[in-house]
Nanobody, 130 residues
Framework: QVQLVESGGGLVQPGGSLRLSCAAS????????IGWFRQAPGKEREGVSC????????FYADSVKGRFSISRDDDKITGYLQMNSLKPEDTGVYYC???????????????????????WGQGTQVTVSS
């Protein structure tokens, strides 16, 4: 059974930075993608960023391009999301996701994740407020 342990959320002022981590265990996929969705109050969950192995694409939502950076450590089976220049609209619960195969290069959706045997973390709260 896949287990995802998330860390790094919290409260930060606008313009600040946070780094999310997601450590995965319990799976034996030959190749996998790891990333984050987020859900703001009253809104649907949206794909934020996803990273494939070295052969596949990396996805960023338009709203975070140039501010967020995703990376992975395959030895530790861990993903990282560096979030800079945070804005109040980045506030929400961030969910780590792992799935087979590659990220979508264009629209990384829950349907994409579901069709690739995705697993979800419990979520970590990110609040951007002064």
């Amino acid at each position: 059974q896949v287990q995802l342990v998330e860390s790094g959320g919290g409260l930060v002022q606008p313009g600040g930075s946070l780094r999310l981590s997601c450590a995965a265990s319990g799976f034996t996929m030959d190749y996998y993608a790891i990333g984050w969705f987020r859900q703001a109050p009253g809104k649907e969950r949206e794909g934020v960023s996803c990273i494939s192995n070295s052969l596949g694409p990396t996805f960023y939502a338009d709203s975070v391009k140039g501010r967020f950076s995703i990376s992975r450590d395959d030895d530790k089976i861990t993903g990282y999301l560096q979030m800079n220049s945070l804005k109040p609209e980045d506030t929400g619960v961030y969910y780590c996701v792992v799935h087979r195969g590659y990220c979508s290069a264009y629209v990384w959706s829950e349907g994409w994740v579901r069709s690739r045997s995705g697993s979800w973390g419990q979520g970590t709260q990110v609040t951007v407020s002064s």
